[in-house]
């Protein structure tokens, strides 16, 4: 059986973790490995109905997706998590789980607050910044940045793209995916 | 990859379906599956902490152990699911999400309040009959017993060995696990 890993995106909303996501996810089913992304806010609409945005909902939320996360990837799959997922306890225990069965990769999609609120693709931050949405992460919520995620992206500074092939090839580096086929 | 399926044993609490189950998972693992088993009792424990035992949040919890089930099913897992699963539309939904992935094989384990009382293996049922235990399943709860599983257990009339043979049996006709090797 091909050896399972988690591939784990955090960061605030509208930092581009799910751009970045959907261009690894499509390369790594291009060299044949079955994908199950676990995106937040569809996990919220199925395994986390219900769940609210306090400290401890969020980290139910997590805890959640970490063990769905663990579970597949002891059968193999290639599981992307892309999940706002503020709190380093939290993404800790993920990673203990999903390192029982696998590999786990941290992926740090670092953008700040201002960019994130400049583009703000889904008019979140605006409400935020209005207080018409409570405890959003960045504006007033905590963040915790990771200290030692694999991957560290600037995505002010480097194309989706970009981001996406560095995280690929560090996967190709481990053995987690086979090399591309040149032509 | 190795064609996934679901096993889903569905009946009372003290019917015999962990009993059974355990058979089930220990020959299917001799014969080199990889096994999930998500256990009522322990998914409550994760997948579905703060749930009660409401038509609603049993539902809900069905529906995302179905979720998940699914999702394992799709990477080639071999799934065991044993929860009382009460409500035939949540059991239905849960085999519609197994079916887009793989085969699922329903199991009900037929067994009589009389008899479940009787062995009454967590001491549940005497204190659901004195009404210390609202919303129990059989007493003060409804069971809508399974039209057409594709196994129907007397668990009163046959030995757990027996009955775990026979869906391995199921397994095997169908292709989704390999033959037993004899000496």
Request: charged content about 30%.
């Amino acid at each position: 059986m091909t050896e399972g890993f988690t591939l784990w995106f955090t960061g605030l909303s509208g930092a581009g973790k799910t751009t970045i996501a959907e261009i690894v996810r499509a390369e790594l089913e291009r060299r044949g490995r079955r994908v199950e992304w676990l995106d937040g806010d569809e996990v919220r609409e199925h395994l986390s109905k219900g769940l609210g945005f306090s400290k401890e909902d969020r980290d139910t939320n997590i805890d959640r997706i970490g063990w769905v996360a663990s579970k597949l990837t002891r059968h193999g799959a290639a599981v992307i998590v892309s999940a706002i997922s503020p709190y380093a306890e939290a993404r800790n225990n993920a990673r203990a789980m999903g390192e029982e069965h696998g590999t786990f990769v941290g992926v740090f999609v670092d953008g700040s607050v201002e960019e994130c609120a400049r583009r703000d693709v889904k008019a979140l931050y605006e409400k935020a910044f209005r207080g018409e949405i409570k405890e959003f992460t960045g504006v007033s919520d905590p963040y915790e940045a990771p200290a030692s995620p694999e991957v560290c992206i600037e995505s002010e500074h480097e194309e989706p793209e970009a981001s996406a092939q560095r995280i690929v090839e560090l996967l190709e580096a481990r053995g987690l995916v086979p090399a591309a086929v040149t032509a």
